[in-house]
């Protein structure tokens, strides 16, 4: 039985890494940071349960049973359809793909213009943006197996540099000061971060990406179906480690710039105010920078496993076809901001989040058929 590389095995690893890691995986934790305060630990532990090692296990879980369609239909056919198809339409256009237009928007381009800016002029602004965003993405993802060769060997290692950049710069800049928990995480801070990384969808999208990372494992000549399963099992263990050290640099920032930032709506805002400290207009450039890599891998990921799923679906509409509806509708609900797409997601999450969790410790401990 092949198996690949070290090398190889990296590669796929950062490919997949960089799939789960980009908009709420970065928005989240230096919130949770800021606001959670002394209560930072059991917070973290909490998101790191639901965005970390429930994710790791779900792609172990369905690379066990060889897809989301078999680990499912064991359940029964019907289930395994709807479910999937919801799971689907959240981490692509209803949700997760919109999100990461709107938050690259917030971060790559809002810092740098006027606070005079019209209500109007930003909507239209935004709607260009995320205009060439999804075209770029598009493009991209019309060869999901050349993903390891774009996100796995060039994007994921400038992201994980300059993210440990902006990390030491805030060290080096802040006082190790950590301000009391607001209210609602006394008492609750485990509870509060466990439903906080319900809100990376990671759990959701983890069902799916098992599919497109296969893709990536075949290209480098591991055919065998049990050595794809090995390596896309490695590949969730390698990916959820590198989650783990980014969230908690990122909400140690969080942490440390609590003090100074006051009352904010959302991570990007303690992240903008933490590069500026630190590298002035500089730093406005580098996060701009981090936030259009994370979410571009995550859009084209999303944007793969979404098509490529409809089309075996429905076999009569291309792959191609269903690439352009995604990244369409993705477009409009994108130009809703980012808030708004916040807004609306939680309470679906919280109804869709359980289920994945039981079906994924429900695939660990069932036996596959043979």
Excluded at 23 to 51: D, R, W, Y
Excluded at 82 to 101: E, K, M, N, Q, S
Excluded at 225 to 234: D, M, P, S, Y
């Amino acid at each position: 039985m092949k198996s690949l590389s070290m090398r190889n095995r990296c590669v796929i690893g950062f490919t997949l890494f960089s799939m789960f890691f980009g908009a709420g995986n970065l928005i989240f934790p230096p919130l949770l940071g800021a606001e959670a305060g002394s209560s930072t630990i059991p917070a973290m532990v909490g998101m790191l349960l639901t965005a970390v090692v429930l994710p790791a296990l779900a792609v172990i879980s369905v690379a066990k049973h060889d897809g989301l369609k078999n680990l499912a239909g064991s359940i029964h056919p019907a289930f395994a359809t709807v479910y999937a198809v919801l799971i689907h339409l959240l981490i692509g256009p209803f949700v997760a793909i919109p999100r990461t237009a709107s938050t690259s928007f917030e971060m790559a381009v809002v810092p740098f213009l006027s606070d005079g800016v019209s209500a109007e002029s930003l909507l239209i602004m935004r709607c260009i943006y995320s205009f060439i965003f999804f075209v770029i993405a598009t493009i991209v993802a019309l060869k999901p197996t050349r993903l390891k060769d774009l996100l796995g060997k060039v994007m994921t290692p400038i992201l994980l540099i300059l993210i440990a950049v902006i990390f030491v710069g805030v060290v080096v800049k802040f006082p190790a000061v950590v301000r009391q928990a607001d209210a609602s995480y006394k008492g609750h801070a485990l509870q509060h971060g466990f439903v906080t990384g319900y809100q990376t969808m990671d759990i959701l999208a983890a069902f799916n990406f098992g599919a497109v990372i296969a893709m990536n494992i075949e290209a480098f000549g591991v055919k065998n179906r049990k050595g794809v399963a090995k390596e896309t099992i490695l590949a969730g263990i390698g990916a959820g480690i590198l989650l783990c050290i980014v969230y908690s640099a990122t909400a140690y920032i969080g942490v440390l710039c609590s003090s100074k930032v006051g009352n904010v709506e959302n991570g990007t805002q303690i992240l903008t105010y933490a590069v500026h400290a630190c590298f002035g207009i500089y730093g406005k450039v580098l996060i701009g920078i981090i936030f259009f890599i994370a979410c571009f891998n995550v859009c084209v990921g999303l944007l793969c496993c979404c098509s490529a799923y409809f089309h075996e679906l429905v076999p009569k509409i291309s792959y191609f076809k269903w690439l352009l509806v995604f990244a369409v509708f993705s477009f409009v609900i994108s130009c809703a901001g980012l808030n708004a797409i916040l807004n609306v997601s939680l309470p679906i999450l919280k109804v869709m989040c359980p289920i994945a969790i039981a079906l994924t410790f429900y695939g660990l401990v069932r036996r596959k058929r043979q």
